[in-house]
């Protein structure tokens, strides 16, 4: 089983700065990618931003060049620091991961976190 908790989000004026924490636990091997999706009431769901094992980062364009995505490989973490916060940002934060479990094959599995809640409000 693999277990993927959030943190960091929270109340934000307009223009501050937010860093998400997501922790992956469990039967782990190695993580391939960790990613952040997000959820604003009546809308979809959309990716905010992922990194893969080797590095290799993309991001949605309503975020690129305010949010940057990193990783801790050692902790199986991944974290968002979210800039120059704007109100569209207000969303639930999801982690998402795909991993290679250990007694499995090389094949990745995807897991999500239960997210947590940003508010970008003044």
């Known amino acids: 089983q693999v277990q993927l908790v959030e943190s960091g989000g929270g109340l934000v004026q307009p223009g501050g700065s937010l860093r998400l924490s997501c922790a992956a636990s469990?039967?782990?091997?190695?993580?391939?990618?960790m990613g952040w999706y997000r959820q604003a009431p009546g809308k979809e769901r959309e990716l905010v931003a992922v990194?893969?094992?080797?590095?290799?980062?993309n991001y949605s364009d309503s975020v690129r060049g305010r949010f940057t995505i990193s990783r801790d490989n050692a902790k199986n973490t991944v974290y968002l620091q979210m800039n120059s916060l704007k109100p569209e940002d207000t969303a639930v934060y999801t982690c998402?991961?795909?991993?290679?479990?250990?007694?499995?094959?090389?094949?990745?599995?995807?897991?999500w976190g239960k997210g947590t809640l940003v508010t970008v409000s003044s």
């Open positions: 990194i893969t094992s080797g590095g290799i980062t």
């Open positions: 469990g039967s782990i091997f190695s993580i391939y990618a």
């Open positions: 998402n991961a795909a991993v290679r479990t250990t007694g499995q094959g090389p094949s990745g599995m995807t897991y």
